[in-house]
């Protein structure tokens, strides 16, 4: 039985004998391997290796995927451009549409839901037309991302109610795994902090199971959630902690910035305010990088927050225009009250000045 590292030979002696049908099959096996192990940077590599013989859709796909997960959304869309167009030219329908289900995620992380959505409609009807059972719970399972990014969260639980048993029918672990996760955010979402729970804590040891260590991190962030909304905010950090290095380990950037911002509303809500800018201000220029509009917002939004309770109104409300600004170019629905909250802030300062 050849192992894994015998293929990654394989592979690297077709690239150098200039071998490009050995290459291409080998490495996009090797691959998609290595993605579900949270191995991205060697995913990486080995797609680059691939196309230094020609283009190649699988190759394309990989780095995509490789390059969405470690927060570089520009550079993945333009790998997952060329492999849609290569696909599209050998008339492969099924990796046609999973391209396109993929390329919907990147939009749905950059916080543009209505693009997300309409990539994720076209993906779907192909998907159940050429009977891609796998790709359909993943495009199901990124919809229902889009409803929750809007704070629909009932349309976001049916789609991921759909997601799941076909994950279960295909045997995807970690797709499982992930869905999982996502029905306790919704609960969570909810109010509903022990329902949630109960969902993270069944995604946890398949996560592990399995190897994927980017949604290993995501889990143990949001069993911190948990902890953290229920006021066991020391129990919320240890779980952080174990998040933060998997996040770092496997350059998962977005989920890095996530997790410094969590750590940061656990000093925040110790009264620890400058241990709290601390970690806003490490997560903030990760979640820039990475294009996540949401996740910048929030962190603006608190990073205002300590300002205007620090009594410096003119930073606090810096942050809040900005905050305002993001809230409007991806459509978030704190819309309102972020730009309530800024008019407030806008108000204290002037009395402040009055009083002087």
Do not use: C
Not at 155 to 183: C, K, S
Not at 207 to 212: L, T
């Amino acid at each position: 039985m050849t192992t894994l590292a015998q293929w990654v030979e394989v592979h690297r002696l077709a690239v150098a004998g200039r071998e490009p049908v050995i290459a291409r099959h080998v490495g996009d096996q090797v691959a998609r391997v290595w993605l579900r192990r949270s191995r991205f940077a060697d995913a990486a590599a080995l797609a680059n290796a691939t196309l230094t013989l020609g283009p190649d859709a699988g190759a394309f796909y990989d780095l995509g995927s490789a390059q969405s997960s470690t927060g570089q959304p520009w550079q993945a869309l333009a790998s997952y451009e060329q492999a849609l167009h290569l696909y599209r030219e050998a008339g492969d329908h099924g990796n046609e549409a999973i391209t396109l289900s993929n390329i919907g995620g990147v939009y749905n992380r950059l916080g543009d839901w209505q693009r997300a959505l309409a990539y994720f409609q076209r993906a779907l009807p192909i998907q159940q037309e050429v009977g891609d059972r796998a790709g359909e719970a993943t495009t199901l399972h990124n919809v229902g991302l889009v409803y929750a990014g809007l704070g629909d969260w009932q349309r976001a639980l049916a789609y991921y109610q759909r997601a799941l048993p076909i994950r279960r029918e295909v045997g995807d672990r970690a797709g499982e795994a992930t869905t999982l996760n996502n029905i306790g955010g919704v609960y969570s979402g909810l109010g509903d902090r022990q329902r949630a729970l109960a969902y993270y804590l069944e995604a946890l040891p398949i996560a592990r199971e399995v190897g994927h260590r980017a949604g290993e991190a995501i889990t143990l962030n949001s069993i911190g959630g948990v902890y953290d909304g229920l006021g066991d905010r020391w129990q919320a950090l240890t779980y952080y902690q174990q998040a933060l290095p998997i996040a770092r380990e496997v350059g998962d950037r977005a989920s890095e910035a996530t997790t410094l911002h969590n750590i940061g509303g656990v000093y925040n809500g110790l009264g620890d305010r400058q241990q709290a800018l601390t970690y806003y201000q490490q997560a903030l220029p990760i979640a820039r990088e990475v294009g996540h509009r949401v996740g910048e917002a929030i962190t603006r939004y608190n990073i205002a927050m300590i300002h205007r309770a620090e009594g410096n109104l003119d930073r606090a409300i810096s942050e809040l225009e900005l905050v305002v600004d993001l809230d409007r170019q991806v459509g978030h629905p704190d819309l309102a009250s972020d730009t309530a909250t800024l008019e407030k802030v806008r108000q204290e300062r002037a009395k402040t000045r009055n009083a002087t």
